[in-house]
């Protein structure tokens, strides 16, 4: 037991070295280098949003816009609500030469698909599994309410909780597919032509610069 704990918290004390060696390779103005050091943390030690964050911080530094985009996109996959990766996106993404206007969509589907992004895939679940309890509790109100406006007001109230408790489970579905199921592609390229069909041969129809975003 007590070597299991010494091995972790080396696990625990090599990482944090390995953290803080980039931190300060991106303090002294070393971004390339800082770059590095965080892409060798991310495929070794796994994956966090503020590694991403600092890793398309460092990127940004160092003018590759591509990157940079890539790993801000990749800290708000892991994390939504994470304000100072959505801005540099947005601040990165005004540097890409592409001014590519996106598709109109129906008022609805934009703002379920905003709502849903609001939250991880775990937050979700547990705010389902949560509402679901409430329902089991409006539930057992209703079968053993003694009064006829008691046992209304269970059962409407029941009735929502199951729908919300129903709709929040299908979010973290969505959220889990939006993770592991994805068909978005960053441009690495400083430009690449986009043809008529998937053949060299095809006619080549307008060009993408790095950083732009494709499906």
């Known amino acids: 037991f007590i070597s ?12 944090s070295n390995e ?9 002294k103005g070393d971004y390339s280098d800082a770059a590095k050091q965080y892409e060798k943390i991310v495929s070794t030690e796994g994956v966090a949003a503020e590694l991403y964050y600092n890793l398309g911080n460092a990127y940004y530094k160092t003018n590759e816009i591509g990157r940079s ?9 892991l994390s939504p609500s994470f304000e100072d990766a959505r801005f540099n996106l947005e601040l990165a993404q005004s540097k890409v ?24 895939s775990n937050q979700w679940i547990v705010i389902s599994f949560s509402v679901f309890v409430t329902f ?3 539930a057992l109100l209703f079968i053993f309410g003694t009064t006829r406006k008691t046992r209304q ?5 029941g009735l929502v909780l199951l729908g919300i408790s129903f709709f929040t489970l299908i979010f973290s579905g969505i959220r889990k597919n939006q993770m592991y199921n994805h068909n978005d592609a960053i441009v690495m390229s400083g430009v ?11 006619t080549d129809l307008f060009q993408l610069h790095e950083g732009a975003k494709v499906s």
């Open 4 to 15: 299991l704990i010494l091995c972790f918290s080396q696990l625990a004390f090599n990482q």
């Open 97 to 120: 030469v592409d001014n590519i206007v996106p598709s109109p969509t129906f008022f609805i589907r934009r703002w379920l698909q905003n709502l849903v992004k609001l939250l991880t």
């Open 69 to 77: 985009i890539l790993n801000y996109e990749r800290a708000l996959r």
């Open 19 to 27: 953290v803080k060696k980039a931190n300060d390779l991106y303090t």
């Open 192 to 202: 690449v032509s986009v043809k008529s069909s998937p053949d060299k041969s095809g």
């Open 153 to 157: 007001f269970a059962f409407y109230s």
């Open 136 to 138: 089991l509790i409006f």
